[in-house]
């Protein structure tokens, strides 16, 4: 495991690691079925932005990749169970974007892992 991902696993640690502050934004004017997903969010910018160690995404440089975690979502109404299933990476298409990208598929898998409520509060609606 590398250093950074003992140093993150809050959003409280990312915001340290930043020097920002861990109040969240005001989301009070924002529909109350969008507000969990929209703070898991914002969540998850700020400690994809400290597990990269603040090196953004450079989508105009293709000599590395991109890494993300995509995640299976159980279709059975007994289970509706959200997991996480793997790590993917792109070089130059669209099919992910870029602000929940990591530099290494080690940290797209720790992510995934360590934030999965986050990820779930994000992408399901519920």
């Not at 861990?22 to 079925?33: G, V």
């Not at 090196?55 to 959200?82: Q, T, V």
Request: glycine share 4%.
């Amino acid at each position: 495991m590398s250093n950074i991902t003992k140093k993150i696993k809050t959003f409280e640690d990312a915001c340290k690691y930043l020097k920002r502050n861990a109040t969240l934004p005001d989301f009070s004017m924002i529909p109350e079925k969008d507000k969990n997903s929209l703070i898991a969010h914002y969540k998850l910018t700020i400690i994809c932005e400290a597990l990269n160690e603040g090196k953004l995404p450079n989508w105009s440089d293709g000599k590395w990749n991109k890494w993300y975690p995509y995640f299976y979502m159980d279709d059975s109404s007994a289970s509706g169970r959200f997991s996480f299933y793997g790590s993917d990476f792109r070089c130059s298409d669209s099919a992910v974007g870029s602000r929940l990208c990591y530099n290494s598929e080690e940290l797209s898998d720790y992510a995934a892992k360590q934030f999965e409520d986050l990820y779930r509060q994000y992408f399901v609606v519920e």
